[in-house]
């Protein structure tokens, strides 16, 4: 499979008071075409950081990010990013959402597609609500569904259901899952959940506290629909947990 | 099972829902209407205990009312003032929210401009009137002119801080999805400034009103500041002063209910959601 994204020696600091504070540093990686894989690591590491680097949206001060191989400097719509506290536009009906970013298509055709995406993710029904009518877990459909109207072909996704209780957490997941069953997007998932990295992720690099560097990577090598409870599963969630320095019984 | 009368059975209760808001609204306001009955009340002992000659009852302001009312002036002077009002203030608008839009969009706009406002927004518009009398005369223009300079301010000062407000996540979306600038403006922007624009327009619009009466006491010979030193000027008629400044307040009230009838608003609404 061809290689969709490539970081070659990302390093990104920030002046503060305190002084220069280096946060990322000399991370390489790459993303295959289709692939899913999980960031994980400690709260605090850098990976939102690392995250923005890669999307486009902040500068890194050395190393270069290639997506198709092409050098990456500003965020596009081929790659959407879904963050933690979401962006859906509170003034916008969830379809007026949903038609945001529809340059490509003719604008009599908006409204249908839109519709289409509202149904993919169950939120059939209510097309005109405003956000603000809606629950956490349905606006979080929104903001998935603004994301994959425009066809992107990779997803960002920066703790994106941790805002959840754990079942709204859990059945995201699981939508998530069939969507991309359906349509093969390349996805980069940041998440300092390690069960939820093992139920969705191809790959999971575990990356260091700050300033963050690849520390360890794991292949996660089950088929989906994935059983977490089954011994494999486990014992990967221990050796992750390990690496992040966290030992259990 | 038993079928039960309800109190919200349609055939019972025409409007029930209705019916129950209006009760409710009703207990609400009972204190304050209290209040006022008892302020009119003492008002009323007052003046009959002092003897005073020239100091009006509240039944003399309400005979006072009905002859301007049947004589038409009171009409005459509440359109003369709010037509002022209408110019100035839609004036206001028209430059506020552009120049507010802009000031907080582009970074070198707002430090230029922005001490300039800061100077001049705390200028009361009464100290406006010699100048405003020098530049235009005594006529229309100065008193459209003073409501002009007093709206504005606060105006363009509400929406630069709309702008500046807008939460860092939603213009990262837009930029994301790579819209063009316009659509960034008509779909971002300007929705996501337009409740701090409802709010300057409630504050001009009460700014406003003041400076209307204000500006209307001084010179012309028309309007509800006009009608009222007029009165004291014409026979100290007490009363008609007395009239003049309680239908100011109702039509400041009006004025506020009709703006806050604009922050219900669908485009606005979502603002005040959660």
Known sequence: MRTKIEARELTKSFESDKGRLQVVEKVSFSVREGEFVALVGPSGCGKTTLMNLIAGFIRSDSGTVLIDSMPHSKPDSRGILISQQGSVFPWLTVRENLMFGLNAHPPAEHADIADRYADIVGLKGFEDSFPHELSGGMLKRVELARALVVKPDILYMDEPFSALDALMSLRMRNELLRILAKERHTVLLITHDVEEAIHLADRILVLSSRPTRIQATFEVPFSHPRKLTSAAPQELRMSILRELGVEQD | ?274
């Open chain 2, 1 to 274: 099972m038993v079928a039960r009368p309800s109190v919200h059975d349609a055939s019972l209760v025409p409007f029930p829902s209705l019916t129950r808001r209006t009760m409710q609204h009703l207990k609400a306001s009972l204190p304050s209407i209290a209040v006022i009955a008892v302020l009119i009340a003492a008002w009323w002992a007052a003046v009959i205990a002092v003897h005073s000659l020239i100091f009006p009852t509240p039944w003399a302001v309400i005979t006072g009312t009905w002859e301007l009312i049947y004589n038409g002036t009171l009409w005459q002077h509440i359109t003369a003032s709010l037509t002022r009002v209408a110019i100035g203030f839609g004036l206001a608008v028209c430059v506020a929210v552009p120049l507010g839009l802009w000031m907080g969009w582009v970074r070198g706009a707002y430090t230029t401009l922005n001490p300039i406002f800061q100077i001049l927004r705390p200028i009361s518009p009464i100290a406006w009137i010699p100048i405003a009398i020098l530049w235009f005369g005594i006529g229309n223009v100065s008193p459209v002119y003073l409501i002009f300079i007093s709206s504005v301010f606060p105006m363009v000062v509400q929406t630069t801080v709309g702008v500046h407000t807008i939460e860092k996540r939603y213009l990262r979306a837009a930029e994301n999805f790579g819209v063009s600038r316009r659509i960034l403006f008509t779909r971002v922007v300007i929705p996501a400034v337009l409740p701090q624009i409802v709010v300057g327009m409630r504050i001009g619009l009460g700014v406003a009103w003041l400076v209307v009466v204000a500006a209307e006491m001084i010179a012309l010979h028309s309007g509800l500041g006009y009608m009222i030193m007029d009165s004291r000027n014409a026979g100290n008629r007490y009363d008609l002063v007395v009239a003049g400044m309680i239908i100011i307040g109702l039509i400041g009230l009006s004025l506020d209910g009709l703006m806050r009838l604009l922050e219900g608003n669908r485009w606005v609404r979502w603002r005040y959601a959660h």
